[in-house]
């Protein structure tokens, strides 16, 4: 087993459980010093995260080895989406601050900062929201990513 994070399309639900059957729903979790940015090439604008003062909602996931060879299909992992490990202080359950889990490892998709901003589909900012409808996250977050790469891309 181990640890996911998703802070963009996978919060959503019934994607996510229809990609990944084993994954399990452990809580939330905050990554700090990170912000939300979409960033993407020719066939669309996707969420990612990077360095920044900002921080970034994340749901944490467990998966199993099949699981993450579906996320890995579904991200472009090597090519568009890069995985790294962070450490994780704290996970709460979902819509609460009561702590279910603490210092784990867990990994997570981002996409390399070559890729130029955008903005993304109806679509899929549609699905990111209704994810964090799912996990009780503020949209601001996703609002502030929006608005930061429109205000980059000038």
Same mark, same amino acid.
């Given at each position: ?46 969420? &990612?995260? $990077? ?14 080895? !099949?699981?993450? =060879?579906? #996320? ?23 819509? &609460?601050? $009561? ?14 900062? !070559?890729?130029? =901003?955008? #903005? ?35």
């Amino acid at each position: 087993m181990k640890y996911y994070l998703a802070y963009g399309s996978n919060l959503n639900l019934i994607q996510m459980f229809h990609r990944c059957p084993h994954a399990r729903v452990i809580g939330h979790t905050s990554l700090s010093d990170m912000r939300l940015v979409f960033r993407g090439s020719k066939t669309g604008s996707y969420l &990612t995260v $990077e360095p920044d003062a900002a921080s970034v909602p994340c749901g944490v996931f467990a998966i199993q080895d !099949d699981d993450e =060879l579906a #996320l890995d299909h579904y991200e472009g992992y090597p090519v568009f989406y890069q995985k790294q490990t962070l450490h994780v202080p704290e996970v709460m359950a979902v819509g &609460t601050k $009561e702590v279910v889990l603490r210092d784990i490892d867990a990994m997570i998709y981002t996409m390399p900062t !070559d890729h130029r =901003l955008g #903005l993304p589909s109806t679509y899929y900012w549609k699905v990111c929201k209704q994810g964090y409808r799912a996990f009780h996250f503020a949209l601001r977050h996703l609002e502030k990513a929006l608005f930061d790469s429109r205000a980059g891309m000038a």
